[in-house]
């Protein structure tokens, strides 16, 4: 599908007194208390295309950037990127380009109209993201920036697709998984969830998309962050 070009709007930032927005601020607080070790990174990820990855880190960057944290919000979908148009930003420099040496990192990172909240948009589509995503430079880029910021949040690949995320999961502190449960069966997140354990990945939570209250206990208590989308 092609991917749309418009500004894509942040409810959290357009809507902040919403149901919705509400349930963001739910998920940053459980994501916050997942774990008692101190957490610098988490991606945000799900089975397939379309299941509001995106849409849910880009609202999650933005609420922990409210919290005066600094955060630096990276498009690590290096397939289908949407993270420039959220933020209405170029795109010509980015990731990509950081993890391929061909741009400094600090040239890749572009500031937002929050003075908290910093973004590494994709860069150009590189013909090999998953050896790019696995390569070493992805540990010093995280290095580096984690010494700069508070948060690093990661937009991502669907995990069924392509390696790439589960690279990455290895080596965040933590993974966040988005289920459209209108979209995805059971048995692929099923499968989602063994990816993101075969990569040593911890997962801090799931939030459901499109959750009908009859289907509530379709999914185990353990699941948090459930909101439900119109
Ligand atoms: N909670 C939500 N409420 C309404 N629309 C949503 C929600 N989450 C995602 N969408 C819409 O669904 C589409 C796919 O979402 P996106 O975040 O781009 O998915 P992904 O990154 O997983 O491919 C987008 O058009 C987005 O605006
Ligand atoms: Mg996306």
Not at 35 to 61: D, H, P, R, W, Y
Not at 124 to 142: A, D, H
């Amino acid at each position: 599908m092609k991917q749309k070009t418009v500004a894509r709007k942040l409810i959290v930032k357009e809507e902040p007194h919403s149901i919705i927005s509400e349930q963001y601020r739910v998920l940053r607080t459980n994501i916050k208390f997942s774990s008692a070790k101190k957490m610098k990174s988490f991606v945000v990820t799900s089975a397939i295309q379309g299941e509001g990855k995106s849409t849910t880190a880009a609202n999650l960057a933005q609420l922990f950037a409210e919290e005066k944290q600094n955060v630096l919000f990276i498009d690590a979908d290096l397939r289908k990127p949407t993270v420039h148009f959220t933020f209405n930003l170029q795109n010509t420099i980015g990731f990509s380009l950081a993890l391929s040496h061909q741009k400094a990192i600090e040239e890749c990172i572009q500031k937002t109209d929050d003075p908290y909240l910093d973004v590494m948009t994709s860069g150009p589509i590189p013909p090999n993201p998953s050896e790019l995503l696995g390569s070493e430079r992805l540990n010093e880029i995280k290095q580096q920036l984690e010494e700069q910021y508070d948060w690093i949040i990661f937009d991502t690949s669907p995990l069924l697709a392509v390696t790439d995320t589960q690279l990455l999961a290895n080596r965040v502190d933590g993974v966040v998984l988005v289920v459209d449960m209108n979209k995805t069966h059971k048995k692929m997140v099923k499968k989602a969830q063994n990816l993101i354990e075969n990569a040593e990945g911890k997962i801090l939570g799931v939030v459901l998309n499109n959750v009908a209250s009859s289907n509530m206990n379709y999914y185990s208590s353990k699941y948090y962050g459930s909101y439900v989308q119109k």
